[in-house]
């Protein structure tokens, strides 16, 4: 308890599933958040919980690929907290369709949802780190990021970008005390697999089998598991770790699982 006391963080894509699990375990280990999301009902009832649970937490609507907004809330943190140390840029979305029927449209979206908030979030936040003189940023990438995925080009040109933007990023702020690191989830039992969709269909998806099948572990991953590498990179325990990549996977990108 108490890894983050005194700090102040940001998450987005804060309302469900790995968002959610991650402003809890900040909050829980003394962090006052800032919870933002688009799902205005959702971010509300994630604070309630929160504040129930004896948590510092507030919601702020954002939609990441808005620029505007992200000054807004960068500055409604440090004028509430009085500054910034933590960012879990953690909103994106996947679109699933074979390259050739995708729409440019569909492409743009997701590299605005994926990639360019991870820009947005490193222009806006950045600047209030430095007022601190410190800094954790956190980008949620995905093991799409590390290996291709048929039917997911478009996710996985995305999250591929995110790895190496913040490789460049920690090299660019190093020597201000601002440390940056992605995290690669794998298959982790959260909403997005029920709603899913392949040509605006809906993707009826086994969890449970499909990682019993492909996840040498042998079952899916919970959002804590995800949260508790962000934990590891948000506080100081990681004090020397930048420009790294943290792997919870079960053991996907190692290779194959055995059968039977």
Known sequence: MDQLKGKVAI???????????????????????????????????????????????IYLPLDVTDEA?????????????GRLDILVANAAIMLISPTIEMTLADWRRQ????????????KYCVPAMRRVGSGSI???????????????????ATKGGMRLFTKAIALEYAREGIRVNSVHPGMIDTPIWGKLSVGGRNLPVDLSEMA?????????????????GVLFLASDMSRHVTGAEIVIDGGIVAGSPRRG
Request: charged share 20%; proline share 3%.
């Open 138 to 156: 956190v980008m949620m990438s995905s093991i799409a990021g590390l290996r291709g995925t048929a039917g997911m080009a478009g996710f996985c």
């Open 111 to 122: 590299m605005a949802v994926n990639l360019d908030s991870a820009f947005l979030s490193v």
């Open 69 to 81: 907004r992200w000054g807004e809330v960068v500055a409604a943190t440090e004028a509430r907290y």
């Open 212 to 228: 019993r099948q492909r996840v040498p572990i042998g079952e899916p991953g919970r959002a804590q598991d995800v949260a508790d």
């Open 11 to 57: 998450v987005t894509g804060a309302a469900s599933g790995i968002g959610a699990a991650c402003t809890e375990t900040l909050a829980r280990e003394g962090a006052r958040v800032v919870a933002t999301d688009i799902d205005d009902p959702a971010g509300a009832d994630l604070v309630a919980k929160i504040k129930a649970a004896g948590g510092e937490v």
